[in-house]
């Protein structure tokens, strides 16, 4: 009997120090995580360029890689 | 698929550190973290001084998604390495498996605490919705998702970093490499840090991380 005493302290004293290594679920909510939208699905925020269709890949491809033609100084200066 | 990469012409960076500037005001990145430094050698030897500005290469094989405990990280469909700072601890790992120094930690407080890391996201964000203000305050601008390019390299004065998709900024580099020679000038035809964050000319493409393993993603 004392011994099953002794291991049913053991095991809540186990029980009270793991439980810091657990997660509290408001940090497993918050963690819960959310997929990474593709670029091409633009952006919210009202500071998208023109001349591409949001959710085109296509269309959002060519105005980037049109943009980065600006880094060209051969293509720009004439 | 657009692959992003950088590249940065040795010949033409002047170390005006506009680039560490840009990203710094674009991104609202704290003192004592930068996700971008320009870098000289040899400086003050006439002729021999070259200067690089360095930041995440977004590297083929990355070395940090490979040491991170905790699996923070991953890749886009455009070869951005990016990573999740709910799931980041902070522990250092990839800074030190890094070899361009790309992993920024803040120090806080006393005891040498850090941050969770932060890096170049090459203006793409997190994981948060693009363009939102949660994900600029974790990460910075989402300029692809604006259909921007980063903007160290869009203002760089001299076009000596160029970012972008790599079929096209190699197009442009190689233009540049051969009006040089054709002038009989240093061609400079090795690009800083491709070979280490790329692999050999002719490797395969780096895979996406599935929509399902992105650290934040919903199972």
């Known amino acids: ?78 | 698929m657009a692959r992003m990469k950088f590249i940065c012409d040795t010949e033409r960076c002047i170390e005006c550190n506009g680039c560490v500037t840009a990203c710094k005001n674009e991104n609202e990145v704290p003192w004592g973290v930068n996700r971008r430094r320009v870098v000289t050698v040899n400086d003050g030897v006439i002729g021999q001084e070259k200067s690089v500005s360095v930041a995440c290469m977004h590297c083929s094989d990355a070395p940090c998604m490979a040491v991170c405990p905790v699996d923070c990280f991953y890749r886009t469909d455009e070869g951005v390495v990016l990573h999740d700072k709910d799931i980041c601890i902070g522990c250092g790992y990839c800074s030190f498996a890094c070899p361009f120094g790309a992993p920024q930690f803040l120090s806080k407080g006393a005891f040498g605490v850090r941050s969770k890391m932060d890096k170049c996201t090459f203006c793409s964000g997190g994981p948060e919705a693009n363009g939102s203000v949660a994900e600029f305050e974790k990460y910075g601008r989402n300029r692809l998702a604006e259909g921007k390019l980063p903007l160290c390299a869009e203002m760089c004065s001299t076009k000596a970093l160029i970012g972008g998709d790599s079929e096209v900024i190699s197009s442009i580099y190689s233009k540049r490499v051969a009006v040089r020679e054709s002038n009989g000038k240093y061609a400079g035809s090795n690009i800083f840090g491709w070979s280490t964050a790329y692999g050999p000319s002719g490797s395969p493409a780096p895979t996406p991380t599935p929509a399902d393993k992105i650290p934040g993603a919903k199972s």
């Not at chain 1, 005493?5 to 793991?18: E, M, P, R, S, T």
């Not at chain 1, 023109?50 to 890949?57: D, E, F, L, M, S």
Request: glycine letters at 8%; proline letters at 6%; one cysteine or more.
């Open chain 1, 1 to 78: 009997m004392k011994l099953n005493f002794k291991i049913l302290g053991v095991c809540l004293v186990a029980g009270v120090l793991l439980a810091a290594c657990s997660e509290p679920p408001e940090i497993a909510a918050k963690v819960a995580k959310r997929p990474d939208v593709a670029p091409y699905m633009g952006a919210d925020n009202g500071f998208m360029t023109k001349g591409w269709t949001p959710g085109n890949q296509e269309s959002w491809m060519e105005a980037i890689n049109k943009r980065n033609q600006n880094q060209s100084e051969y293509s720009r200066v004439k």
